[in-house]
């Protein structure tokens, strides 16, 4: 497998070492939530969810959540939070590139996991995120800004891969999903000093 395995993320969780996690939810997801842009009881998937401060707000906010990961540290740790606020959500360990949910879902909730994949294998996860929603169902999107100077010669570093919105209009094409007119909130991340553009997606 090119990238990072399985073994990587879950030391990182062990050791303590997540320079991408905010130690609280996305203040995009706050605003969306604030907003309305989740409908009631929507069904929402959380891929690669890490510790989980996005399931724990959708939880509280009232959705029927699922956090994927792969990294067992990073689900126990997801459930702590979600025991202590007293709130439920499904956690599956799983592979993001191979799990398929019972029934489709409304949202899909993307947040630095697309950036935590190696792009041998983003055209893959772009179709299972395709497949998990109904039509009609939402990608709220973060897409990871990370480029770096080695790019211009070929070469390919991360985690986090740049998400570039040229890469992303490839990968999620206006054929299968609605786009937003830009431009689109820039969110800083102060950890990695790095920023997120917000982008809803609706799935045709
Ligand atoms: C950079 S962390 C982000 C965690 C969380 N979304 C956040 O923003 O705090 C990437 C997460 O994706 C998970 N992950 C990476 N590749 C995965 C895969 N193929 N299947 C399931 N989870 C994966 C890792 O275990 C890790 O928890």
């Known amino acids: 497998m090119n990238g990072p395995t399985q073994e990587f993320w879950q030391a990182r969780f062990i050791e303590g070492q997540m320079p991408w996690d905010r130690?609280?939810?996305?203040?995009?997801?706050?605003a969306w939530l604030e907003a309305g842009a989740f409908a009631a009881g929507s069904r929402?998937?959380?891929?690669?969810?890490?510790?989980?401060?996005?399931?724990?707000?959708?939880a509280a906010a009232g959705m029927h959540v699922t956090g994927i990961d792969f990294a067992p540290a990073a689900l126990a740790?997801?459930?702590?939070?979600?025991?202590?606020?007293?709130?439920?959500?499904?956690?599956?360990g799983a592979d993001v590139l191979h799990w398929q949910p019972e029934a489709p879902a409304d949202a899909v909730f993307e947040q630095t996991c697309l950036c935590a994949l190696y792009?041998?294998?983003?055209?893959?996860?772009?179709?299972?995120?395709?497949?998990?929603?109904k039509p009609g169902g939402r990608l709220f999107a973060l897409f990871m800004q990370a480029p770096r100077a080695s790019a211009a010669e070929?070469?390919?570093e991360g985690p986090p891969y740049h998400c570039d919105i040229h890469a992303m209009r490839a990968l999620f094409p206006a054929t299968r999903w609605e786009w937003p007119k830009p431009p689109y909130p820039r969110i800083f991340n102060r950890g990695i000093e790095r920023e997120e553009l917000a982008v809803i997606l609706t799935r045709k």
């Open 23 to 30: 130690g609280a939810p996305n203040p995009q997801l706050i």
């Open 119 to 133: 792009p041998d294998y983003w055209v893959r996860y772009a179709d299972q995120l395709h497949r998990w929603l």
């Open 154 to 156: 070929g070469f390919i």
């Open 77 to 92: 740790l997801c459930r702590g939070h979600l025991e202590a606020a007293g709130l439920h959500a499904e956690l599956v």
């Open 44 to 58: 929402v998937l959380v891929p690669g969810c890490g510790q989980g401060w996005e399931v724990v707000a959708l």
